[in-house]
């Protein structure tokens, strides 16, 4: 089990993506905005964070980059899970900090096997 943090604006991706995580045995916390996010990782310091891109305010290649390089977070995982799916989107995704980028809808098999990837398991 992980401890991931997902930070997601809209409350119906986040009510579906919290479901599938807990039924795959993981503790999800959840954040909004990019800044509420940012503060909620300096926090709670998850095993993973769930990025979406399009955001209030921050968008999630802004905070990935700022979490990629915070020394208190740099060595937390970013996925990031957006409907940008352009090839340009997946490569600034992974120039900002992201360990892996995957397009929503994801499908559960696929997004469960990555992030146990990243955590290690």
Known sequence: MARILLIEDSP????????????????VT???SA???IEACRRGKP???LMDVILPGM???QATRLLSRD?????????????KGLDTDR???MRQGAK???????????????????IGH
């Open 59 to 61: 968008n999630g290649f």
């Open 100 to 118: 892996d980028y995957i397009v929503k809808p994801p499908r559960e098999s696929d997004l469960i096997a990555r992030i146990n990837a990243l």
């Open 30 to 32: 959840t954040s909004g």
């Open 71 to 83: 020394a208190e977070t740099k060595n937390i995982p970013v996925l990031i899970v957006s409907t």
């Open 47 to 49: 095993d993973l964070v």
């Open 91 to 93: 490569v600034w995704g």
């Open 12 to 27: 119906t991706e986040t009510a579906v993506m919290v479901q599938l995580l807990e039924r795959n045995g993981h503790q």
């Open 35 to 37: 800044e509420d996010g």
